[in-house]
């Protein structure tokens, strides 16, 4: 059984940083993890991804502002978002997957970041 908790969310003024933190249980062979958002009306996005071997990639919105990170003896994924926006605004959610896998399957409850 794998869980998936997010923490670090919360309301900050534009231009301030945040981090996210995915804290993972169960399953921690989990090679591939992610993070995604939705805003209200919507759809999910895929914000940042990251694989077994550390490569990461952004959506075009976020790159350069925020990183990703695992720390495999802590099993977290972390967010670190900078120079944050209006519209970042959205639930983000950590996602999991066996890289060989397609799509993510395992997922957190989310955590809301607003910003204003």
């Known amino acids: 059984h794998v869980q998936l908790v997010e923490s670090g969310g919360g309301s900050v003024q534009a231009g301030n940083p945040l981090q996210l933190t995915c804290s993972v249980s169960?399953?921690?062979?989990?090679?591939?993890m992610g993070w995604f958002r939705q805003a209200p009306g919507k759809e999910r996005e895929g914000v940042a991804h990251?694989?077994?071997?550390?490569?990461?990639t952004f959506a075009i919105s976020v790159k350069g502002r925020f990183t990703i990170s695992k720390d495999n003896t802590k099993n977290t994924l972390d967010q670190q978002m900078n120079s944050l926006k209006p519209e970042d605004s959205a639930m983000y959610y950590c996602?999991?997957?066996?890289?060989?896998?397609?799509?993510?399957?395992?997922w957190g409850q989310g955590t809301q970041v607003t910003v204003s």
């Open positions: 169960g399953n921690t062979r989990l090679g591939c």
């Open positions: 990251i694989d077994n071997y550390g490569r990461t």
């Open positions: 996602a999991a997957r066996l890289c060989w896998v397609a799509g993510y399957n395992y």
